[in-house]
T-cell receptor, first 113, second 112 residues
Framework: DTGVSQDPRHKITKRGQNVTFRCDPI?????LYWYRQTLGQGPEFLTY????????KSRLLSDRFSAERPKGSFSTLEIQRTEQGDSAMYLC???????????FGSGTRLTVV | TQLLEQSPQFLSIQEGENLTVYCNSS?????LQWYRQEPGEGPVLLVT?????EVKKLKRLTFQFGDARKDSSLHITAAQTGDTGLYLC????????????FGQGTTLQVKP
């Protein structure tokens, strides 16, 4: 068990470009979550998958954001036409039931310049 | 809207001192979790409490869930420099999705 992996760890992009992040959860975990964290704040929920089904999306997730989890394995989070306000740490987490805690990845730090 | 308020936001203490971090809400949570996060890394789960009044100990850390399941506290005895980090409480308001509501965090600095 190698934990939750996120790639890339850091991404610097120009405003208006598209970016895609990948998350590989713990293999036995059927639940996968994406959160966004800005400096000095706690993580904010973005979206949640149970297996391949995306069951909930936050209002924070504008139509420029899309997430997928094909075949219930890895997940991708894409941001189109990035804006400076998208600069944040994007965290992925997985769990079996959700109630007893998550395992987080190390995150992807996005900087939009 | 469920909110979790953590206090204090910042804490700077000397090694060997004791401290308590509080996590409060007006909402009831089915469970509450505490995480520790280091700069540039994801949060790491410390403990989950699920029963009102529950107390859990993890070495020098003591976690308590309020009787009404609306608040929690984290007490550290004889803090060490290795305890430095961001402490986050997170509540699970929905027993079905596992979606967590996080507090804004408490930044702890333990000086040698």
């Amino acid at each position: 068990d190698t934990g939750v992996s996120q790639d890339p760890r850091h991404k610097i992009t120009k405003r208006g470009q598209n970016v895609t992040f990948r998350c590989d959860p713990i293999s036995e975990h059927n639940r996968l979550y994406w959160y966004r964290q800005t400096l000095g704040q706690g993580p904010e929920f973005l979206t949640y998958f149970q297996n391949e089904a995306q069951l909930e999306k936050s209002r924070l997730l504008s139509d420029r954001f899309s997430a997928e989890r094909p075949k219930g394995s890895f997940s991708t989070l894409e941001i189109q036409r990035t804006e400076q306000g998208d600069s944040a740490m994007y965290l992925c987490a997985s769990s079996l039931t959700g109630r007893y805690g998550y395992t987080f990845g190390s995150g992807t730090r996005l900087t939009v310049v | 809207t469920q909110l979790l308020e953590q206090s204090p936001q910042f804490l700077s203490i000397q090694e060997g001192e004791n401290l308590t971090v509080y996590c409060n809400s007006s909402s009831v949570f089915s469970s509450l979790q505490w995480y520790r996060q280091e700069p540039g890394e994801g949060p790491v789960l410390l403990v989950t409490v699920v029963t009102g009044g529950e107390v859990k100990k993890l070495k020098r850390l003591t976690f308590q869930f309020g009787d009404a399941r609306k608040d929690s506290s984290l007490h550290i005895t004889a803090a060490q420099t290795g305890d430095t980090g961001l402490y986050l409480c997170a509540g699970d308001g929905s027993s079905n999705t596992g979606k967590l509501i996080f507090g804004q965090g408490t930044t702890l600095q333990v000086k040698p």
